[in-house]
């Protein structure tokens, strides 16, 4: 089992940037840490996963480029840098973990956090 728990979320102009961390405590081996986002109204959308021991990365191909995931295990906290915001990119974003020992956006996560509230204003 593993808890985990947003922060960084915020209000942020159209170009700016935020960085959003997830704290996880408990199991974390071979587990695969992602980010999900939800905006109003809209179904939850993948957004980027990272292997939590090592260093493959999967990303949301709309996103990438503006959106790194990265993570600390030393801290066991997994990352998403967030440039040139735009007002569409305005969701609760969630952190969530999947165990196994391929990642899958297809296969069901096994754990989510709470969710922080990103707002980009134009």
């Known amino acids: 089992q593993v808890q985990l728990v947003e922060s960084g979320g915020g209000l942020v102009q159209a170009g700016g940037s935020l960085r959003l961390s997830c704290a996880a405590s408990?199991?974390?081996?071979?587990?695969?840490a992602a980010w999900f986002r939800q905006a109003p109204g809209k179904e939850r959308e993948f957004v980027a996963a990272?292997?939590?021991?090592?260093?493959?990365?999967y990303y949301n191909d709309s996103l990438k480029g503006r959106f790194t995931i990265s993570r600390d295990n030393a801290k066991n906290t997994v990352s998403l840098q967030m440039n040139s915001l735009k007002p569409e990119d305005t969701a609760v974003y969630y952190c969530?973990?999947?165990?196994?020992?391929?990642?899958?956006?297809?296969?069901?996560?096994?754990?989510w956090g709470k969710g922080t509230l990103v707002s980009v204003s134009s």
């Open positions: 969530a973990v999947q165990y196994g020992s391929s990642w899958s956006p297809f296969r069901g996560m096994d754990y």
């Open positions: 990272i292997r939590w021991s090592g260093s493959s990365t």
């Open positions: 408990g199991r974390t081996f071979s587990m695969y």
